[in-house]
């Protein structure tokens, strides 16, 4: 039985390159936004988001009848994934055929965004992301330990961008390190508007310490 496994690493492109894919063939999911994790169901193991109230929503199916499917084509671990979710009475993700006007419904009810799958390619097979939120490469300029806040400025023009709350991540950087932060936005003066630390995986928010 499967224990342990990796979030899918993602690449993610402009909101302009989402909003222009169409019915091409692609696998378009709704990108969650909660904490990563498997579940295990009656007759299998589903990989998902816990919400924050708790809700798991699965996004694919990793093993089936006891055996390991994640080098299954997306395709198969999609009807998987709907086997599961349809006798266990758990949530799945929104999907289309049509990559822009699931993202541009997603978008008009708050969601994150959405993802772009190979039919063909197996669960650790890198997809593309379309999210509301952007990223930026950021340098730390100074940390408070006591808050886990860190002053950030951008790691190319040096222009300042804010303040980025680590938490309990502050300290596993330093002064001078580069961080991926995420953000809805700048703001007139250039700040990132609701940032945080990218949470594409658990160590993508650090680029270099």
């Known amino acids: 039985m499967i224990t342990t496994i990796e979030h899918p690493r993602k690449i993610v492109v402009p909101l302009a390159v989402g909003l222009a894919w169409g019915n091409d063939g692609a696998i378009y999911e709704e990108k969650v936004n909660g904490e990563f ?15 924050p109230d708790g809700e798991f929503i699965a996004f694919d ?5 006891g055996q390991d499917v994640r080098n299954e084509p997306t395709i198969e671990r999609v009807r998987m994934r709907f086997e599961l979710c349809r006798a266990n009475g758990i949530g799945e993700v929104q999907s289309s055929p049509h990559g822009g006007n699931l993202l541009a419904r997603v978008l008009a009810i708050g969601g994150e965004g959405i993802v772009r799958k190979d039919p063909n390619g197996g ?3 890198t997809m ?12 730390v300029v100074s940390l408070n330990l006591a808050t886990g806040g860190a002053i950030i400025a951008d790691a190319v023009s ?3 961008r804010g303040m980025c709350p680590l938490r309990n991540r502050v300290g596993q950087c330093r002064v001078g ?4 932060v995420e953000g809805e936005n700048l703001s007139a003066k250039g ?19």
């Not at 593309?128 to 340098?139: E, H, P, S, Y």
């Not at 390190?177 to 991926?180: H, P």
């Open 191 to 209: 700040l990132i508007l609701k940032p945080r630390p990218c949470k594409d995986s658990e160590t993508s928010w650090l680029v270099k310490f």
């Open 123 to 125: 669960y650790s097979q």
């Open 158 to 160: 040096g222009e300042a």
């Open 37 to 51: 994790c498997i579940r295990d169901a009656r007759g299998g193991v589903l990989a998902g988001e816990k919400m």
């Open 128 to 139: 593309t992301a379309c999210k509301r939120i952007q990223t930026w490469n950021c340098r």
């Open 61 to 65: 199916c990793v093993e089936m009848a």
């Open 177 to 180: 390190s580069l961080i991926k």
